[in-house]
């Protein structure tokens, strides 16, 4: 099943495809067979392997009065 | 009330477990894009290997390793060194291979110890450096492997603890 909130950067990296967890004993491959609980593993600790695939555009900031 | 009670009680510190475990983790320093900084000597983001490159796990012969790190030097300007000891069970034209082509190279290696970190050791600018001894034992019932030495020497500091994931398989 494929992520939706989770993409995974290995291949721009021009990283691995597999990388082991020691702390979580397990595999984790960076492909179709990712977790979404994998992804948001390795995202909270901010690994370069997975960012959100859909990250927040700016606001607009402008005050409402400026808005022509 | 049941028959039998067992009441908890806070465990202060727990088991101290000796040793390293039976897998580690082991790449050249140039095959590696980014070592991150440790933050309190812990390593909490991922290595990233380069393009095609990635770490390889090497087993290890059970209770048969030991990460040692020491003062060198004189006492008032001292530095220190690191080193592991381990064993790799058997002799075949694939371990030996893999064992030579590692010889002579600047050398990153991870090795997660039975209490549950992983150390590091070598950096990105000085690797450790692996040395072996094989044999093949004189009995049936004699060890027959590597008997091989990591030395990392010249620190500033001790070996860091990494807590990110290891990249075990390069891509296509």
Redesign the interface.
Known sequence: MALSKYKFT??V???????????RKE??YLDDRITDEQAEY?FN?????VELAKPETAKNTLPADTAK | MACVSVAAISRICGPNPGGIKTKMYVARVVDILTLPAATNKVVATDIVMKSGKAMVAWDIELDSGNITVETEGSVSNPSLKAGAVFKVARNSPGIDAAIDGAIGQELLILIPENSGNVRILGQLDKGAFLGYKGATGLKSADFAGKDLTVTWEGLFESPNYYTGVVPITAAP
């Open positions: 290995g291949e990296l021009g990283g691995p495809t597999e990388l082991y967890s020691i702390l595999t984790i390795l600790r901010k690994s370069p392997y």
